[in-house]
């Protein structure tokens, strides 16, 4: 599975972005689907994750009520809509992909493919 992640970019607080990830192959519904992020000098951490068909969804605390992790899977296209952004959001965002079985989807191990990162900066 290869992944492309787009749609980041710069915007002010309380702005919004929509970023896209588009999955190769044929086998993308088999995969629960997962947003990161990563800071400069910071660990790469969870955001969303989606499971197989779309019906559950999962979301770190710093993100929910204000971030929206959706799926296509007709179009292989996970997607996170990004509301209300602030400062502390500003990150390189990463899709993932992984056969994740055992419900840790907030652990990065948990994923076997990863996009190349989209940059993310929210203005004060």
């Known amino acids: 599975v290869q992944l492309q992640a787009f749609g980041g970019g710069l915007v002010q607080a309380g702005g919004s972005l929509r970023l896209s990830c588009a999955a190769s192959?044929?086998?993308?519904?088999?995969?629960?689907m997962g947003w990161f992020r990563q800071a400069p000098g910071k660990e790469r951490e969870f955001v969303a994750a989606?499971?197989?068909?779309?019906?559950?969804?999962y979301y770190a605390d710093s993100v929910r009520d204000r971030f929206t992790i959706s799926r296509d899977n007709a179009k292989n296209t996970v997607y996170l809509q990004m509301n209300s952004l602030k400062p502390e959001d500003t990150a390189v965002y990463y899709c993932?992909?992984?056969?994740?079985?055992?419900?840790?989807?907030?652990?990065?191990?948990?994923?076997?493919?990863w996009g190349q990162g989209t940059q993310v900066t929210v203005s004060s």
């Open positions: 989606i499971n197989r068909n779309g019906v559950s969804t």
């Open positions: 993932a992909a992984g056969r994740i079985y055992s419900g840790r989807y907030s652990n990065t191990d948990e994923y076997n493919y």
């Open positions: 192959g044929r086998t993308f519904s088999l995969y629960v």
